[in-house]
Nanobody, 124 residues
Framework: QVQLVESGGGLVQAGGSLRLSCAAS????????MGWFRQAPGKEREFVAT????????DYADSVKGRFTISRDNAKNTGYLQMNNLNPEDTAVYYC?????????????????WGKGTQVTVSS
């Protein structure tokens, strides 16, 4: 069983940056892929980014390509999402997830373990 804890969310102006962290408080994520998802009010959860177990392979939603960067530090059992040039459409609760697989996956249904989320609000 893996427990994930997200942090780093907050309120930022459009054009600003935030760095989200996802730490495994119990269990390990070092051998498995990780993903970031988000859910805005009144909308379905959507894929944001994913990374393989070693950090060498990543994939992004078209809406965040070139602005967001997913990374990980397996020695710290932690994943990250660097978000630059934020806009109000990025406002959402951001969740990290992991599962028993090594390659990146974009479907949320593939992931077994989820954090409780961190709120990101971008003002115009």
């Amino acid at each position: 069983q893996v427990q994930l804890v997200e942090s780093g969310g907050g309120l930022v102006q459009a054009g600003g940056s935030l760095r989200l962290s996802c730490a495994a408080s119990r269990g390990t994520v070092s051998n498995y892929a990780m993903g970031w998802f988000r859910q805005a009010p009144g909308k379905e959860r959507e894929f944001v980014a994913t990374i393989n177990w070693s950090g060498g392979v990543t994939d992004y939603a078209d809406s965040v390509k070139g602005r967001f960067t997913i990374s990980r530090d397996n020695a710290k059992n932690t994943g990250y999402l660097q978000m630059n040039n934020l806009n109000p459409e990025d406002t959402a609760v951001y969740y990290c997830a992991t599962g028993g697989f090594r390659l990146p996956r974009v479907s949320g249904s593939a992931y077994d373990f989820w954090g409780k989320g961190t709120q990101v609000t971008v003002s115009s």
